[in-house]
């Protein structure tokens, strides 16, 4: 979100973030603080180029689309005042607010046709230019097959925006909330040229708050209300300040000091703190996985990992409740299926989609029955042992813990199961996966938006972040029909989605281990914060300290 985080390269590469940050509040006594929010985040802010940003978990603040996210992944009113869309679903046309950026230049028309262009080139290398598939030319863009200046959408006039689609996109109103479609300052980006966005007074903004303070390198700096947005009347905050915060020992201390209104804690600190009364949690659509390498190296490695039996011998060999509880101890809960909880529901009942995948003798432990088709495929395959190497990276704050319980527990529940673990930088990680240098990938992906969709494209065959190299016309047609004839169909395509996440849990492809909740200490007069399990994450535009 996304992610990812792990599995897609670049792609939400993350560091979306997994804990990005959150919220809090601030107040003294000797200094009025009263309207500074003071929050801490695990890693300085990496780039504030919307092109070529992995994540707007902080960043969806200062910078808004034609929707900005509200409660719940809704999305709400942004830059654009009203819409009309064609009865196919395939053409768009905006009507803009009349807004001004953070430098007072006005935002028109013609700064998303050339933010979206910006986006799409070349030059720019996006790591989200996939997220634009859909849009008119978008896919033979990405291939080289047409220039970025092909993409559809246009400027009718200076507050009228038409955007043209290949195929009716279900969740595209959901995605018009993300930053990266909104607008971008070319006046701007030219005037500073290859110093564009490498300072926080090299950009503009166009969201509730501006930066101030970051030179690109540096462990603080702050988000200041943006006067010039277009409905400042309703932010009551004056200014946000962040601080980089790598250990959560120094984020408690701080906390407790009064220097920090919100901290993220470890799982020691969860088992100590969880009674207390400025403890909270925050989850995120960010699941923790396995992905198996279809395309194995190794011959008989190979054959094992497309053994259905082998596969549903490794995921009901995991107790998840040991890993949530005791392994990790931080709050993170058990999967249904490789599609996040609390996502997207269904439209027309409210089912949340992670109940409606969820495949019976799947994700549950079930020891004696792990060891039924461990055997089975081991006879399938026709061998009586395996060495598999489990990948994972090291930056990950978990991952030691979970690739020791991993090996541990499958070596001692399967017979003739070794494990080797290779736990290595995430940069070490990405190259192997893509390479297709592993047996297991111990992988994650962070929703980008509110749709099952943004789960549902890993497994497709050909994408880039389909490390396995999995490939089902099954599925990949299922998935087609979602998004092309069942597009406007509510009820078919959520059909559609449930047959294809069944599919991929019933033969476990992806193989689900937990779902990330971050759990913190917040002041309890942090009021108004709206959070949301993907996309911008946190939403300080309504948030306030009592």
Request: net charge positive; charged share 20%.
């Amino acid at each position: 979100m996304k992610k990812f985080r792990t599995i897609a390269a670049g792609i939400i590469t993350f560091v979306i973030a997994m804990v990005l940050v959150a919220c809090g509040k601030s107040t003294s006594k000797t200094a009025d603080t009263s309207d500074t929010l003071k929050l801490s985040t695990t890693a300085p802010l990496d780039t504030i180029d919307i092109s070529k940003s992995t994540g707007y978990g902080q960043t969806g603040n200062v910078f808004e689309s034609f929707y900005r996210l509200g409660d719940k992944g809704k999305p709400v009113a942004g830059l654009a005042k009203s819409v009309k869309i064609s009865p196919d679903g395939k053409t768009w046309i905006f009507t803009l607010r009349d807004a001004k950026w953070s430098n007072g230049d006005k935002i028109t028309a013609q700064d998303f046709v050339y933010s979206w262009r910006r986006s799409l080139s070349p030059k720019t290398a996006s790591p989200y230019a996939y997220l634009f598939s859909g849009v008119k030319n978008a896919d033979e863009i990405v291939a080289g097959k047409k220039p970025a200046s092909s993409i559809g959408i246009e400027a009718i006039n200076l507050r009228t925006v038409k955007i043209s689609l290949a195929r009716p996109i279900a969740y595209f109103k959901v995605l018009l909330a993300y930053p990266l479609f909104g607008p971008q300052n070319q006046k701007v980006v030219e005037k500073y040229g290859k110093r564009f966005a490498t300072k926080a007074e090299y950009q503009v903004y166009s969201g509730p708050f501006k930066i101030v303070g970051w030179n690109g390198t540096n462990d603080t700096w702050e988000f200041v209300k943006n006067n010039n947005y277009w409905d400042k009347n309703v932010v009551k905050l004056k200014k946000i300040s962040y601080q980089v915060v790598k250990s959560t020992n120094t984020g408690y201390q701080l906390f407790q000091q009064g220097k920090l209104d919100l901290t993220p804690l470890s799982s020691e600190q969860v088992k100590n703190l969880q009674t207390n009364k400025e403890f909270t949690s925050y989850p995120y659509s960010l699941v923790r996985f396995l992905l198996y390498n279809f395309k194995d190296k190794n011959t008989l490695n190979r054959k094992a990992m497309n053994n259905q039996n082998i596969r549903l011998a490794l995921s009901l060999g995991i107790d998840r409740q040991i890993v949530t509880k005791k392994v990790l101890g931080n709050g993170s809960t058990l999967p249904t299926g490789f599609v996040a909880s609390d996502l997207a529901a269904d439209p027309k009942t409210g089912v949340d989609f992670a109940k409606s995948q969820k495949v019976k003798n799947t994700v549950d432990y079930q020891p004696a029955l792990a060891k039924k088709y461990w055997a089975k495929g081991l006879k399938e395959i026709g061998a009586s042992k395996l060495t598999l190497n489990l990948l994972s990276s090291n930056d990950e704050a978990d991952s030691d813990q979970l690739t020791q319980y991993l090996q541990s527990q499958w070596m001692k529940l399967l017979k003739g199961l070794k494990i080797t673990v290779t736990n290595i930088p995430d940069k070490a990680t990405n190259s192997k996966a893509q390479n297709g240098d592993f047996d297991i990938y111990l992988s994650h992906w962070g929703g980008d938006f509110n749709d099952p969709m943004t789960f549902m494209q890993i497994p497709l065959t050909g994408t880039s972040y389909n490390y396995g190299k999995w490939s089902n016309a099954d599925y990949d047609n299922l998935i087609k029909m979602a998004q092309d004839q069942d597009a406007n169909n509510v009820s078919k395509r959520w059909a559609d989605l449930v047959k294809a996440a069944k599919l991929v849990n019933s033969s476990q492809v992806i193989t689900p281990i937990y779902q990330q909740t971050t759990a913190y200490l917040q002041k309890s007069n942090v009021k108004g914060i709206i959070h949301n399990t993907a996309g911008t994450q946190w939403n300080y535009k309504y948030a306030y300290l009592k």
